[in-house]
């Protein structure tokens, strides 16, 4: 899980991205979420973030048909 999480974080400060928002590697979606709880999942349902400045980054794996677990 870390990998995939260095690659999201990877992403979004090569685009130049502020500290709250990240991009979703799969379908290129920008995430940014202005404040706690204020969850933003991208249209393919991989990433989701909350928080605001105090930002929480979920992955969720859709490519095994497993239900959509978090990883």
Known sequence: ???ELMKVDT???SKGLNR???QCPRCDDILTPSHNYDMKICKCGYLSIDGGMNLR???TDTSNNNGGKLI
Request: aromatic share 0%.
């Open 1 to 3: 899980m870390e990998k």
């Open 11 to 13: 992403l979004s400060i």
């Open 20 to 22: 709250n928002q990240r």
């Open 57 to 59: 980054i979920m992955l």
